[in-house]
């Protein structure tokens, strides 16, 4: 058991009381993290104000050897790390150590854009008074940045909030979600043993009303949240400044009646079930053309059966347990509505304790939470379509947003899926939880507001101002 005080000012530091962390799985303890108080809080974004000058004033090279030296840290200490995250957020290891080696990609990512990230030339000389003029545009840190990040991704979604800011000099305060803080305490560790300045990241575990005071203080230019619909614009409506918002989803995948259909399957499966299903744009909704509706339905639960579910220690479990008993309850009653209002169940459903056995249904009633609602557990449903534009309209029947597959073999459909689904990605022939670090990611509609992506949260972290000079 460890025990984890909070980053303050580039010192460990005692809170006003602690909290215990669990594991998911079995229930033993894991961590006492310290927890600021209102008062901490305030304190911590004192510093990141007065820090602003200093930060703004270090030059591409100083940034960028912070970065690489936290991705020697990353990678030293890789094995350390999987194991918090597995243990604090349940997630099987395999998938852990995957996370730990996308948050090193994000740090190289991040050191890799600063050799372009900075500015233009604009022409701004098309009237004849004009004729004279030049002008140059450049980015400069926007100010103080609150982070708040999510349990099913402690370290990475944490990353993509500090990697960005560190690049260009933005200081930044991290709250870690109280479900599995310590991969965020740690990162904080290697940044500052990166000789980064104290302000540059802070991090402080605390409880939901102390988060709120740092949301939504008025020194806090940019608010990056990663979470629930429901807190996501509730935080927006009281923040003072811009807010990045990457909330919830439904995501659904579209089979056409063209697709490889073990390929759709095989994919399909891994994205419904893996990590328990509590990734924000795991397949939920898979609507299937009429005609391979039979084929893909057997091929679906043939793979579902094959997904390892257990202790996430072990090198072969894929789904391990839920993050916690509410959310076993709820998942488990979501299950229980759709069925009793007429919902087919083709595998799974049996619970013990947070651990739930991967659960496929069809004929789903669209009025059930289980259809309009995020799920985030081991459930999916298969829907069928009359025809592809059938399908689409399917997937744009909800009010999430974030992510959508399409498997076919015809790039028109391809390209048709493109233009018509109302969601911030479009994946074909893969998963809808297909996500590059690079990528612009985000959602509309409920999914969210802004794209996260190592150059657009960059972007997002500076404003852009105007230089104009007559030659």
Not at 448 to 458: I, K, N, Y
């Amino acid at each position: 058991m460890k025990e984890r005080p909070l980053w303050l000012n580039g010192k460990l530091t005692g809170g006003v009381k602690t909290a215990e962390v669990v594991s998911p799985f079995d229930g033993h303890l894991v961590a006492r993290v310290s927890q600021a108080s209102a008062a901490q809080a305030r304190e911590a974004l004192t510093v990141a104000e007065a820090a602003r000058g200093r930060l703004q004033a270090q030059t591409s090279g100083q940034r960028r050897a912070v970065l690489l030296g936290v991705v020697k840290g990353l990678e030293a200490r890789g094995e350390e790390l999987a194991q918090v995250i597995c243990e604090e957020a349940g997630k099987p290891i395999t998938l852990a150590r995957m996370e730990v080696a996308r948050s090193v990609e994000t740090f190289q990512q991040a050191a890799a854009a600063l050799s372009t990230f900075g500015g233009e030339l604009v022409p701004v000389d098309f009237m004849p008074h004009q004729a004279n003029a030049r002008a140059e545009v450049r980015r400069f840190p926007a100010g103080v940045v609150v982070g708040i990040v999510p349990f099913n991704f402690p370290l990475n979604l944490g990353v993509h909030k500090v990697a960005p800011a560190l690049a260009v000099g933005a200081p930044i305060v991290v709250k870690p979600p109280p479900q599995a803080p310590s991969a965020q305490l740690l990162l904080a560790e290697l940044v500052h043993a990166a000789g980064a300045d104290p302000a540059a990241l802070q991090v402080l575990p605390c409880d939901n009303a102390v988060a709120e005071t740092l949301a939504t203080d008025a020194r806090v230019k940019v608010l990056s949240f990663t979470g629930s619909a429901r807190v996501g614009w509730s935080l927006k409506a009281k923040a003072a400044g811009k807010a990045v918002l990457e909330l919830g989803g439904n995501a659904a995948a579209v089979v056409a009646k063209d697709a490889d259909v073990a390929l759709a399957a095989q994919r399909l499966a891994a994205s419904a079930f893996g990590y328990a299903g509590q990734v924000c744009i795991k397949v939920q909704r898979i609507i299937v053309e009429q005609p391979v509706l039979a084929a893909f339905r057997d091929a679906f639960v043939a793979e579902t059966a094959k997904l390892a579910l257990g202790d996430p220690r072990l090198e072969t479990t894929v789904v391990g347990p839920v993050i916690d008993d509410a959310a076993a309850t709820r998942i488990e009653g979501w299950v229980r509505e759709a069925v009793a209002q007429g919902a087919r169940l083709l595998c799974g459903a049996e619970r013990a304790g947070r651990l739930i056995k991967p659960t496929v249904l069809e004929q789903v009633p669209t009025g059930t939470n289980l259809y309009r609602e995020e799920v985030f557990g081991p459930v999916a449903m298969l829907e069928v379509a009359r025809d592809f534009e059938h399908a689409l309209e399917r997937v744009n029947d909800g009010r999430f947003g974030l992510q959508a597959a399409v498997f076919t073999r015809d790039w028109r459909q391809a390209r048709r899926a493109f233009e018509a689904l109302e969601v911030g990605g479009v994946i074909i022939d893969d998963a809808p939880s297909f996500r590059s670090d690079s990528q612009p990611y985000g959602g509309v509609k409920a999914s969210g507001l802004g794209r996260e992506g190592v150059r657009a949260t960059m972007d997002d972290y500076t404003e852009p101002r105007t230089l104009v000079w007559r030659a």
